[in-house]
C-alpha cells in the first residue's frame, strides 16, 4: 500500500455541508464484487484525480468504473494515452449524453463498491483510527482492509455467493 508521507491537511467535506475535517483519505481500486485490490492513503487535500495515477501505476490496458470525482475532460484521454486505462465514470443526472442501458447497468454495480466503504467505517471503524504514529496508522489501517478482504474469503468458502457482502455474520453468526 502507497502511502503519502507528508502529514495530515484541511479538507472541505463537500458530501457533508461543507464540513471541514483533517487527516488522510482513503483512495482504492476495488473489483465489483467489493474486495480492495489497490489502496493508497493521501493528505486529504489531495485531489482523487491525481491519487489515480499512483493507483493504477501496475496496470495496462484496464477498465475502471468510478464515481462522480472522476468527471474531467483531461483524465480520461491521459489514462487512455499514458496507460490504455479505460475511465467510466458515473455522469451526473443532468448530463446530455448518457450512456447505453447495459453500461449504465455495469455502472450500477459501482453500488456494492459503496457498501464496501460503508462496512469499512461502520463496522470496522475506519474513520477513527487511533494510534500514536504515522505508521501505526498505516498498519491499523492495512489490516481494517485485510479483515474485510478476508471475511468476503471466508464467506465464499462457506458458499455464501449471494451473502459474500455480509461481514456481520461472520462475528455474530
Same mark, same amino acid.
Given at each position: 500500500?502507497?502511502? *503519502?508521507?507528508n #502529514?495530515?491537511?484541511? @479538507?472541505? !467535506?463537500?458530501? $457533508?455541508?461543507?464540513? =471541514? ?20 492513503i493521501?493528505?486529504a ?9 499512483d ?28 496507460k *490504455?486505462?479505460? #475511465?467510466?465514470?458515473? @455522469?451526473? !443526472?443532468?448530463? $446530455?449524453?448518457?450512456? =447505453? ?5 455495469l455502472?450500477?454495480?459501482i453500488?456494492?463498491?459503496?457498501t ?19 505508521w ?30 455480509r ?7
Amino acid at each position: 500500500m502507497p502511502c *503519502n508521507n507528508n #502529514l495530515a491537511e484541511f @479538507k472541505l !467535506n463537500v458530501n $457533508k455541508h461543507f464540513m =471541514p475535517y483533517f487527516g488522510f483519505k482513503l483512495d482504492s481500486f476495488t473489483t465489483t464484487e467489493g474486495f480492495f485490490t489497490e489502496v493508497i492513503i493521501t493528505p486529504a487535500d489531495v485531489d482523487d484525480r491525481d491519487a489515480i495515477f499512483d493507483l493504477s501505476e501496475q496496470y495496462n490496458s484496464a477498465y475502471i468504473i468510478g464515481d462522480k470525482v472522476y468527471i474531467s475532460k483531461m483524465l480520461t484521454p491521459e489514462l487512455k494515452k499514458e496507460k *490504455n486505462i479505460d #475511465l467510466i465514470f458515473l @455522469k451526473r !443526472n443532468n448530463s $446530455k449524453n448518457q450512456y =447505453p442501458r447495459d453500461i449504465r447497468q455495469l455502472i450500477f454495480k459501482i453500488r456494492r463498491i459503496e457498501t464496501s466503504f460503508s462496512q469499512l467505517s461502520e463496522q470496522l471503524n475506519i474513520n477513527r483510527v487511533k494510534t500514536k504514529s504515522y505508521w501505526g496508522f498505516i498498519n491499523r489501517i492495512k489490516i481494517k482492509i485485510l479483515s474485510h478482504n478476508i471475511s468476503f474469503f471466508i464467506n465464499t468458502l462457506l458458499g455464501k455467493d449471494e451473502d459474500i457482502s455480509r461481514i456481520k455474520s461472520l462475528a455474530f453468526g
